[in-house]
């Protein structure tokens, strides 16, 4: 074979494409993936800040998987990493109102939970969006209080119209796996060792740019000027930057994805001396109604002299300046001087909508036959493990 010739190419680096390329391997097949980025991994990317004490890692992106995780846990007992897994300790959330930071079920009412929690047996999930299913379970007070921002900082965005049964799905759990874990240096250690096997081409800082059909197979133009044949393909990337690879190709599919929305998150992660905190260890902060949907702790994983916050911001409401001024008032700092360094992440994720089971089911019949897989977080839900059921059913249609 040609080095321009592929009989698998993944476009997309993140989870989703890695675990194509993996089970592709696993199967005998020599896949390339092309990542646009200079690093492998997408929403997984774990931040190494330099300090005076050394190293400290904190996550930008994901920052926990679970023992539900079936495929990812698979992949990664293929690679003997399952001793590698690092368990994070058992911390609360804080809800952050007009009053501060204070515990979830301060702000419920027991009263309406009480008046509520019968429609738990009347209401269809499936029929539901997230506000009218969760909102139906512990009123409508509770929700817009308590319920709807702690969805809003699961999944970074406003979750009300989401459907409900995008949320939560629920997988069999390996109880013999700790409940929740990371890595030592984070999710995407998990990412490189997957990236990094024998029998898994990887090429960073090239995207496709175009894609044409071929009578056996597909012609990709990357921004390098380069071109690839590849006779299975396989897109992992974002609906809206598939719909416009796939113009040319399969209009009909470009319409449909057109349709699906993305939220746009500005993630800040902040590092801080432990001295210059008071607030007690946490899991992290949930806002109601604030400029931001939430702030992951790294305390799960505890270090002597640092800790960690990864605010994620809506869009377009803060400068650099004023998150940073922000996250101090939070916190509690004297000011951002005591913020020891900063990193910061553009993340997008899909916003899904009602009817969107029937757009993919439309979707999977226009890809009936054609040596073509749509991957990635935007099919049943955007958790880790939603992505890669999405991956490993494409798998078994395009390669098994
Ligand atoms: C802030 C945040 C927190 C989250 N927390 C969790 C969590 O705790 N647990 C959990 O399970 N999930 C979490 N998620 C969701 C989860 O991380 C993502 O849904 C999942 O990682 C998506 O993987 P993916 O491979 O489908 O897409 P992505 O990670 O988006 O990867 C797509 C890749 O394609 C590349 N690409 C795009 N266009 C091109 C092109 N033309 N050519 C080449 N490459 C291209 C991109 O650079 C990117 O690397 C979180 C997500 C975010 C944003």
């Known amino acids: 074979m040609s080095d321009s010739r592929h009989e698998l190419v993944v476009v997309g680096g993140g989870i989703s494409g890695l675990g194509l390329a993996h089970m592709a391997a696993k199967k005998g097949l020599k896949p390339l993936v092309i990542e646009a980025n200079d690093r492998v ?57 007009a009053q501060g930071l204070g515990k979830i079920t ?74 929740s874990f990371t890595a030592e240096g984070g999710l995407e250690q998990f990412v ?23 009578t056996d197979g597909y012609q990709l133009q990357l921004d390098d000027g380069t071109q690839l044949v590849a006779e299975k393909l396989a897109l992992a990337i974002a609906p809206d930057l598939a719909a416009r ?34 607030l007690a260890p946490m899991a992290g902060i949930i806002a109601v109604d604030d400029d931001f949907y939430s702030a992951v702790a790294r305390d799960p994983v505890p270090d002597n002299n640092y800790r960690a916050f990864t605010f994620h911001f809506r869009p377009g409401r803060l400068d650099h300046v004023g998150k940073l001024v922000r996250i101090s008032e939070i916190l509690g700092l004297n000011g951002p001087t005591e913020i020891e360094s900063v990193a910061n992440l553009d ?21 009936v036959d054609q040596p073509l ?17 999405r991956t490993a059913s494409e798998f078994d249609r395009l390669v098994v």
Not at 69 to 74: F, K, N, S, T, V
Not at 198 to 214: C, F, Y
Not at 247 to 270: D, G, K, N, R, W
């Open 41 to 97: 991994g997408g929403c997984i990317h774990s931040h190494h800040f330099t300090a005076p004490e050394g190293e400290f890692w904190a996550e930008l992106g994901a920052h926990t998987c679970f023992n539900s995780y079936g495929h990812l846990l698979a992949m990664l007992e293929d690679l003997n990493l399952l001793d590698d897994l690092l368990p994070k300790q058992k911390l609360s959330y804080q809800l952050l109102t």
């Open 106 to 179: 301060s702000q419920l009412s027991f009263v309406e939970l009480l008046i509520s929690l019968p429609k738990l047996f009347s209401l269809k999930k499936e029929q539901c969006t997230a506000e009218e299913f969760y909102g139906g379970i512990v009123g409508k007070k509770n929700f817009k209080q308590v319920l709807g921002p702690a969805l809003d900082a699961v999944i970074c965005q406003s979750a009300a119209a989401f459907p409900a049964n995008s949320l939560f799905i629920k997988k069999p759990r390996r109880k013999e796996i700790m409940r």
């Open 192 to 214: 490189r060792a997957i990236a990094d096997q024998p029998g898994i081409e990887v090429r960073t800082r090239v995207a496709v740019t175009a894609i044409e059909k071929l």
């Open 245 to 278: 690879l796939l113009q040319p190709v399969l209009p009909a599919v470009t319409e449909l994805l057109q349709e699906i929305e993305m939220a746009e998150i500005e993630s800040c992660s902040v590092l801080i001396e432990k001295q210059y905190l008071k």
């Open 347 to 367: 993340n997008r994720l899909p916003s899904l909508r009602m009817g969107h089971e029937k757009r993919i089911a439309a979707l999977d019949a226009l890809l």
């Open 373 to 389: 897989a749509l991957i990635g977080n935007w099919f049943t839900g955007v958790s880790i493990e939603d992505s890669l059921c």
